[in-house]
């Protein structure tokens, strides 16, 4: 062979795989931004809506089962984990919202790495969720959003393997625990202001029917 078709099939090469790289992207784009606005949706309490645009989301990870295996690093690229992660996020924070449970990582065939990484960021949804429901006046929906976020942190203290071997997970460990202790306070006060609301009223009842 020449040098000028060695040259020439390696060019062709390259192009082949900046042409796959660039669909993948794309995808995976269009992936995480579909994600984050089922996350919005579930905040609006749009869930079947939510629901729908994930089952669009899901159509493009397809792509990934697409790519030539020569070109198979390009599946563990940041951008693909990214819109794992963020995937898992919705899902889970969808599943969650709808039933309060758990959905798992085969169930929504996402990599083992991104759902935990995923999962730790469901912490942070869990709290505007708690917030705009003591906003709302909604205290149980505010304490269940709590209970769910400490068991997510309870449930990561025992993974010393995992928090070991992905550095990224023991950073968002941490972060949760401060979100959680946060949300802790908020939702304690309310708890204690509707109390004393309550036994306000009561009292008042009571002085009424003295009078």
Same mark, same amino acid.
């Given at each position: 062979?020449?040098?000028?078709?060695?040259?020439?099939?390696? =060019?062709?090469?390259?192009?082949?795989? =900046? =042409?796959?790289?660039?669909?993948?992207?794309?995808?995976?784009?269009?992936?995480?931004?579909?994600?984050?606005?089922?996350?919005?949706?579930?905040?609006?309490?749009?869930?079947?809506?939510?629901?729908?645009?994930?089952?669009?989301?899901?159509?493009?990870?397809?792509?990934?089962?697409?790519?030539?295996?020569?070109?198979?690093?390009?599946?563990?690229?940041?951008?693909?984990?990214?819109?794992?992660?963020?995937?898992?996020?919705?899902?889970?924070?969808?599943?969650?919202?709808?039933?309060?449970?758990?959905? *798992?990582?085969?169930?929504? *065939?996402?990599?083992?790495?991104?759902?935990?990484?995923?999962?730790?960021?469901?912490? *942070?949804?869990?709290?505007?969720?708690?917030?705009?429901?003591?906003?709302?006046?909604?205290?149980?929906?505010?304490?269940?959003?709590? =209970?769910?976020?400490?068991?997510?942190? *309870?449930?990561?203290?025992?993974?010393?393997?995992?928090?070991?071997?992905?550095?990224?997970?023991?950073?968002?460990?941490?972060?949760?625990?401060?979100?959680?202790?946060?949300?802790?306070?908020?939702?304690?006060?309310?708890?204690?202001?509707?109390?004393?609301?309550?036994?306000?009223?009561?009292?008042?009842?009571?002085?009424?029917?003295?009078?």
């Amino acid at each position: 062979m020449t040098l000028k078709k060695i040259l020439s099939k390696i =060019e062709r090469e390259m192009k082949e795989r =900046e =042409e796959i790289k660039d669909e993948l992207y794309d995808a995976m784009r269009k992936a995480t931004r579909l994600s984050k606005q089922a996350i919005f949706l579930v905040h609006k309490e749009q869930l079947e809506k939510a629901k729908e645009m994930l089952n669009e989301t899901t159509k493009l990870f397809i792509i990934l089962d697409e790519v030539p295996e020569v070109h198979q690093k390009l599946v563990h690229a940041g951008i693909v984990d990214a819109a794992f992660q963020e995937y898992t996020e919705a899902h889970v924070f969808l599943k969650l919202a709808q039933d309060n449970k758990f959905v *798992g990582h085969k169930k929504i *065939g996402v990599p083992s790495t991104s759902y935990l990484l995923g999962l730790a960021d469901v912490v *942070g949804e869990l709290r505007r969720r708690a917030l705009d429901s003591l906003r709302k006046g909604d205290v149980k929906v505010a304490e269940k959003s709590l =209970e769910s976020m400490e068991l997510i942190y *309870g449930e990561f203290m025992v993974m010393d393997e995992a928090l070991r071997v992905v550095p990224e997970l023991r950073r968002k460990f941490d972060v949760a625990r401060r979100i959680i202790e946060a949300t802790r306070g908020d939702v304690t006060i309310e708890v204690r202001r509707s109390s004393l609301e309550r036994s306000i009223k009561k009292l008042e009842k009571v002085l009424k029917t003295k009078k």
